[in-house]
């Protein structure tokens, strides 16, 4: 509750790095509690980013874990004067929220509540966001490094913190010192309902299509001009509406997706996503993107197009199947904190999939986070609490798994 009334909103529009000056006063501030609780090298850098270590108490040969979360909050919803409101021991009600009775969080909206009854919630008062996403995971992270610290009878590896920038505008592992770092391997801690484990992401391709027209004086253009603007939008038009289309798929199915149009009658220029969970299926896309376009022009030879892909992410399964002790013993430290594993597809992208391919394979874990980036957004002081016991029995099981 403490940190979620610290702004640290981040910016799509900035072009600094941090995008926002003001997540450092968290990043500062935890860099110092860190220290506080004993962790000698836990320091903030100059692009904001926490490196902290948990020193190993055990003599086995123990990989480094690395467990990491992101300080920001979403562009989408204020995070100015956050006002936490805890409810205590909740019975299933409707959470009206006091500074704008019109937000209304209710069972029927938010059916995981329902779940959670007898347990605390914690909810913003009605303006802005509440912030625990992913101040949630912080929380869960410095709860941790307090009971390792408090209780050393919990073998466990070094454990490597990093609290990082910018994850809600895509720029979150941009400054990463993969070296300073030197974990073996990761969780991020940013997953919401209890039991939750991510370890497949989206693959994403970016599409750039440039359709050259034919210009010419619109007052003498009778047999002559051919207008770029009409080329792409009867290809646009061309494109199925039933399906391969965000507003028409779910679950484990791709699809391509326009995100912006620019240009005028001489030349226009689309940008496209390309979705799948199969990254070989990537191709498959494009190259159906492609024939349609083609089709379209195939009536005006005079005119041309250029098709520029540009890779974005990979699905992080690629990177965690070649490690399965990683997921294995994450399923395994939920089922001995008397929690099912759900683990679903996760139709985007998250830090974790990044790190994974710069050598830090990282799934996601559960935190408790709920209705993320609006003004309902909500967390059970419980399911964080469940998340620091799972924390502590994968350091065990990592621990006892390894040879002296
Ligand atoms: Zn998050």
Redesign the pocket.
Known sequence: MRYVQIDTQSDPESSTFPSTEKQKDLSGLLASELREMGLADAHMDEWGYVYATIPANTNKKVPVICFC??VDTAPDCSGTHVKPILHQNYQGQNIILPDDPTQVISPVNHPYLLERIGDDIITASGLTLLGA??KA?VAVIMELVQRLQKDPSILHGAVRILFTPD??VGRGVEHVDMQKLAADFGYTL?GSERGSLEFETFSADGVEITIQGVIAHPGSAKGKMINAIKLASAFLDALPKDEWAPEVTEGREGFVHPTDIRGGAESATIKFIIRDFDTARLKEHEARLEATLKTILSAYPQCSYSFIVREQYRNMREVLDQHPDIIRHAKSAMKACGIDPISLPVRGGTDGSRLSFMGLPCPNLFTG?MA?HSKQEFVSVQDMEKSVDVLVQLLKEWEQAAVE
Request: hydrophobic share 10%.
């Open positions: 979360s992101h996403d992913d995971g994850e809600e940013d986070e993320l």
